[in-house]
Structure formats: structure tokens, C-alpha cells
């Protein structure tokens, strides 16, 4: 007689499957240091986009011949070229079409790729760190160092174009308190 040796099921191993050590990027927290897509779209489309309106206001009103110009109009390129290094991190290489060569219209065109470049990341994703056996880095934080960028420009287009228009500061930050109930017009006393 041959015996045939059979596994009785009590003695299949009932145990988990191994937990894989490799990391997947939707399950990785977000890092702290970096902002949300949608506050950096708000940020260039609303705050920045308003200051630079008034900024290009300020600097066409300047003369001509007035020296302070030229180092204005400097800042401006260098604030276009910022922008657009902003869509071209966004997306991930170049094609940006042509813009118009008047220095307002040009801006505004390259802010319109630009959020149409951020509006194509994913929400989600953006602003997770990569799996670390991918060994690349995140895209968030490149996106977010452009912004900077485009911010240190503003300021210094802010600093230049200040002497040129003693109002500046009080239309960049007028419409930033708006009270609920407005002071009365005659005395209180």
C-alpha cells in the first residue's frame, strides 16, 4: 500500500500577504511647506494680477524721458520671464505661444497660460511628496519657488515705480479693509 501524504486544511497557512514597502503617491502626506493649487491659482490671478494692473498704470504714467522708466520697463520683462517659467514648471516644458508685445496686454496674456498651465495640475496630487523609490522630486516645490519669483518681482517693481508715483502704496492696498458698517458722515461729538 502507498500512503499519499494530503495537507488537512487546519494546516494551511492563513497568514496575510506581506506589506509591501514601497510607497505610492496618493498616500503620501502632503507637505506643509507647500500651498494648494488653488491658493497659488488665486494668489496670480487675483492678488498679484491686481497689483501688477496698478504697477503698469503707474508706470505708463511716467514720462518718457524720465530715467526711473527704463529700469521699470527692465523689471517688467524680467516679471514676464518669471511668469512664464511659472506655466513652463506648471507643465512641464516649453510652447508658449506668442504674446502681444504692448507690456499690459503681454502681461495679462502670459497670466492667462500660466493659470491655464496651473489649472491642468491635479489638486489632489499636487503638493505630495514623491514615492522615494522613484527618486524624483516633487513638482510642487518648483512651482511654488516660481511663484516666489514672480512675488520678489512685484515687490521690486513696487520699490522702483514708488518714487515715480507717490500714490502707489494706497491704490495697491485700497478695497483691503471694507467696513461692514461705514463711519456716519457728520461728527459723532
Not at 497568514?15 to 514597502?21: D, S
Not at 501688477?52 to 521699470?72: C, P, W
Not at 508658449?96 to 502670459?110: C, E, F, K, W, Y
Amino acid at each position: 500500500m502507498s500512503e499519499t501524504i494530503t495537507a488537512e486544511p487546519s494546516e494551511v497557512d492563513e497568514r496575510p500577504a506581506p506589506k509591501t514597502l514601497l510607497e505610492t503617491w496618493g498616500k503620501n502626506e502632503r507637505m506643509r511647506h507647500v500651498p494648494s493649487v488653488e491658493w497659488i491659482v488665486w494668489k496670480l490671478d487675483v492678488d498679484l494680477r491686481r497689483r501688477i494692473h496698478v504697477l503698469v498704470t503707474s508706470f505708463e504714467s511716467a514720462a518718457a524721458g524720465d530715467s526711473r522708466r527704463t529700469g521699470a520697463e527692465a523689471e517688467f520683462r524680467a516679471l514676464c520671464r518669471a511668469i512664464e517659467r511659472l506655466a513652463e514648471t506648471a507643465r512641464h516644458g516649453r510652447g508658449l505661444s506668442q504674446t502681444p508685445a504692448d507690456l499690459g496686454a503681454r502681461i495679462d496674456a502670459t497670466i492667462g497660460i500660466t493659470l491655464a498651465a496651473l489649472n491642468s495640475l491635479d489638486g489632489v496630487l499636487f503638493g505630495r511628496r514623491y514615492p522615494f523609490q522613484t527618486f524624483e522630486r516633487s513638482k510642487a516645490e518648483p512651482v511654488y519657488g516660481a511663484l516666489l519669483a514672480i512675488i520678489d518681482r512685484v515687490r521690486r517693481l513696487n520699490e522702483i515705480l514708488r518714487d515715480v508715483d507717490p500714490r502707489l502704496d494706497e491704490r495697491i492696498l485700497e478695497g483691503l479693509v471694507v467696513l461692514e458698517r461705514p463711519l456716519p458722515e457728520k461728527a459723532l461729538a
